[in-house]
């Protein structure tokens, strides 16, 4: 199966229903995306398909034939999201951090908190209580 | 994951003719955006094995006008619901309800057909279907027929949907009247309703629930009795005669049937 990944071409020997989560974790090794519930409800596996954010775990690996992929480790580890969350403590156990970052860069420029709020509503965090993640997307927007 | 992938077969169709060619061929379940396959695959719940993947077809995607109906394509995401200025223009309670299914994430896979072939009463979109009295087209290597949401489940997750067919889009004719949506669940995103309703205030009130009976409610004998000037508390009466709630984990029968009827009030204040 070829599909781009992080920008470069990829191809992948495995069931064609395996799920991208695994697809990405194991066969690419790429770990920085997160298994959490397995379900689509917490976005902690989410990474974007042709722009989209999606679940991973909920993503055929035959639907992403031709696609471009990126996850976490395509935004390299100089983004401003990444710096944001670090400075203002977006991140405490981890675990959702991935999928909060790519759920948010989907976001236009001019986005309002209320735009953030939406754009994060497929994403749980069990320790920040979202107020620093809010924060640190917020900084990560001002030039 | 608890299902071995190893003894799933996956076929992908490269266009409609080509998966209605293989659904009459042998028993294959479509999937489109997986958003409710997937969990039962990691649950180890899922009970197909022979799948087609029609996700690739690009004919069953599109929203449009014609002939005064409201025509959208199979694949259409809520996400493409929620961006759509026909959609905005002549079924907004259709809105309404895409932007509490899931998060963005499930918003971008997630498909109305899907959301109608699964058949969970708790479907959040086919209560509004059920409302504006919207239409299946179904396909078959045989023939294309047109289904009343109202006629469509038959019993629990069950629907008159035959093995070799496809839904191929759902036809919604002109909504004469003001729309109205409502969710109820633990929380704003991600969350399964509790009980939700749909409802039209036209010339003939309409009004739909779902989570309150195996299948979706149309309940017909409470909006006659709207029409007819029935007081709402008397109507509300009526509806609790029309929906059978059961206690799960989400919710209980008790709880659903007085909110049933809130709804219903809900509904004819805020729509007047």
């Not at chain 1, 709020?117 to 979202?130: D, E, P, Q, W």
């Not at chain 2, 659904?23 to 094995?49: C, K, M, S």
Request: charged share 20%.
């Amino acid at each position: 199966m070829r599909f781009t990944l992080n920008g470069v071409a990829t191809n992948v020997d495995a069931h064609p229903m395996s799920r991208l989560l695994d697809v990405v974790r194991e066969e690419c090794q790429l770990t920085g995306t997160k298994e959490g519930c397995g379900e689509g409800e917490c976005g902690a596996c989410t990474v974007l398909v042709d722009g989209d954010p999606v679940c991973s775990c909920l993503v055929p690996l035959a639907q992403v034939e031709g696609a471009e992929v990126v996850t976490i480790e395509g935004l390299g580890d100089d983004h401003p999201l990444q710096h944001a969350f670090m400075n203002e403590v977006g991140a405490q156990c981890g675990i959702c951090t991935p999928g909060m970052i790519m759920a948010a860069l989907s976001l236009e420029p001019d986005a309002s908190i209320d735009d953030i709020k939406v754009a994060l509503s497929g994403n749980l965090c069990r320790c920040t209580g979202y107020s620093a993640i809010y924060r640190a997307i917020m900084k990560a927007r001002q030039p | 994951m608890r299902t071995a992938i190893s003894g799933l077969d996956l076929r992908r169709a490269t266009s409609v003719d080509d998966a209605l060619r293989m659904l009459a061929d042998e028993a294959r379940t479509p999937i489109a955006g997986a958003t409710d396959f997937y969990v039962a695959l990691n649950f180890g719940t899922l009970a197909p094995r022979r799948f087609v993947d029609i996700w690739g077809i690009d004919d069953l995607r599109g929203i449009d006008v014609r002939h005064d109906v409201l025509v959208m394509g199979a694949l259409t995401t809520y996400t493409d619901i929620i961006r759509s200025p026909l959609v905005a223009e002549r079924l907004p309670m259709l809105i309404d309800a895409a932007r509490q299914i899931g998060g963005p994430q499930i918003q971008n896979r997630g498909t109305i057909a899907g959301n109608v072939a699964n058949g969970s009463p708790a479907a959040d979109a086919v209560p509004v279907f059920a409302a504006a009295d919207a239409v299946v087209v179904l396909r078959s290597i045989r023939q294309e027929r047109r289904v009343p949401i109202t006629q469509f489940y038959t019993a629990y997750r069950t629907s008159v949907m035959r093995a070799d067919e496809l839904i191929v889009a759902v036809e919604v004719p002109r909504v004469d009247g003001k729309q109205w949506f409502r969710k109820v669940g633990t929380r704003a995103a991600q969350a399964i309703s509790k009980i939700v309703a749909a409802g039209v205030r036209g010339a003939s009130p309409k009004f739909a629930l779902g989570s309150v009976a195996p299948t979706v409610v149309r309940a017909y004998a409470t909006e006659r009795a709207l029409a007819s000037g029935t007081p709402i508390e008397q109507a509300a009466l009526t509806l609790t005669r029309e929906i059978a709630p059961i206690d799960d984990v989400r919710s209980t029968a008790d709880y659903r049937g007085q909110v049933a009827q809130r709804l219903l009030r809900r509904f004819w204040s805020e729509t007047n």
